[in-house]
């Protein structure tokens, strides 16, 4: 309880410093969370408990590998027929399209719209005059954009305010060739042919779990030992630091940096583009990847066009009644399809 005294002093210093109200923004908090104010500070604190209650619920990857082990499992206490087992080798193979779907991304805000300060920013930031944040599916992690002040890490559903621009997915290969090595030899894990504990999605699991676990640290060490500084502790130098440890890529070349480039450059949200099409709602884009051949275009290509996807999604997540951003069910079943074949193919 010492310790936990010591953070809520250190923590209503960093709110008073920026002028962060936390009892008012702790009932929005509260609500996407689902925990009592000293349960919550507490989090904010502790590895295990960030990690636990802040990360683990929202990390698809995470979750979906401990049912498909789980399942594995117990499939193989059972004298299966051949019938039966090719059914329930079906019913796995379900969830590979919720697999390919989990993402962790770094994504771009606008920061302040000056162009007099953007030869400076370009010159020492590697993003230029932009926020980054993380995103592990449907939370964001972020440094130096929390409504408690910049100096606190409080993984949240929104990067703040509604000036999202870009995201790029993070290449998280060790786990796609683990779990694709586990889904080629199904059976005889099932069958007992080869050994559950050497299993792919066993060790693909340890990796997400490590992830979450860097993800907590970094959060924690932030919140306990660090203050926000927009040119030697910023949402950058917290975003890199923390891809390097997760050993993570980030590939910023190609049509992707080609977009990210614009996005320096524009500092707001502009309408998407790809071969001189213009995207300016989903639909647009969906039009355009449901008539072309996909297949036909180039891994960088490809990688643009979810980038764009994965954009649209972000925000009907927040305003599902906008038709900016709406999409119909033949096209999310063909870019679940399209996701599938990119991680497992």
């Not at 030869?119 to 932009?130: D, E, I, T, W």
């Not at 305010?161 to 099932?190: M, R, V």
């Not at 050993?247 to 071969?275: Q, R, Y």
């Not at 038709?323 to 033949?330: A, F, G, I, L, R």
Request: hydrophobic share 35%; charged share 30%; glycine share 4%.
């Amino acid at each position: 309880m010492e310790k936990l005294s010591g953070f809520i002093k250190l923590f209503n210093e960093k709110c008073e410093k920026e002028n962060a109200n936390f009892e008012k923004e702790f009932e929005k908090i509260k609500i996407y969370n689902g925990l009592e104010k000293e349960d919550y500070l507490f989090a904010l604190q502790d590895v295990q408990t960030f990690k636990n209650k802040f990360l683990v619920p929202h990390y698809k990857m995470y979750n979906l590998l401990k049912k498909l082990n789980k399942e594995i499992f117990e499939l193989k206490q059972k004298n299966l027929t051949e019938e039966e087992i090719d059914l329930e080798i079906k019913n796995l193979q379900k969830i590979k399209t919720e697999l390919a779907n989990s993402r962790i991304e770094l994504y771009f805000c606008n920061v302040l719209d000056s162009n007099a300060l953007k030869p400076f920013a370009n010159a020492v930031m590697p993003y230029g005059l932009l926020h980054v944040g993380m995103l592990v599916d449907d939370v964001c992690i972020q440094w130096g954009r929390s409504v408690l002040g910049k100096s606190i890490v409080n993984p949240s559903d929104n990067v703040i305010w509604s000036d999202y621009i870009f995201a790029i997915e993070l290449e998280n290969q060790p786990i796609w060739d683990l779990i694709k090595e586990t889904y080629s030899n199904l059976k005889d894990y099932i069958t007992n042919k080869k050994d559950y504990n050497h299993m792919g999605t066993i060790k693909a699991f340890v990796i997400a779990d490590t992830q979450l676990t860097i993800f907590a640290e970094r959060g924690v060490k932030y919140n306990t030992k660090k203050n926000y500084n927009i040119v030697t502790k910023n949402c950058q130098h917290f975003a890199k630091k923390t891809i390097e440890l997760l050993g993570l890529k980030l590939d910023t070349s190609g049509e992707v940096g080609k977009v990210l480039k614009k996005a320096k450059d524009k500092l707001n949200p502009f309408d998407f583009t790809f071969k001189g099409k213009e995207f300016k709602t989903r639909k647009d884009l969906d039009e355009y990847v449901l008539t072309d051949d996909f297949s036909k275009l180039s891994k960088e290509e490809r990688r643009v066009l979810f980038c764009y996807r994965n954009v649209f999604d972000f925000y009907a997540r927040f305003k599902p009644n906008e038709d900016k951003y709406k999409s119909t069910e033949e096209a999310l079943a063909f870019w679940n399809e399209l996701a599938e074949k990119e991680k497992f193919e």
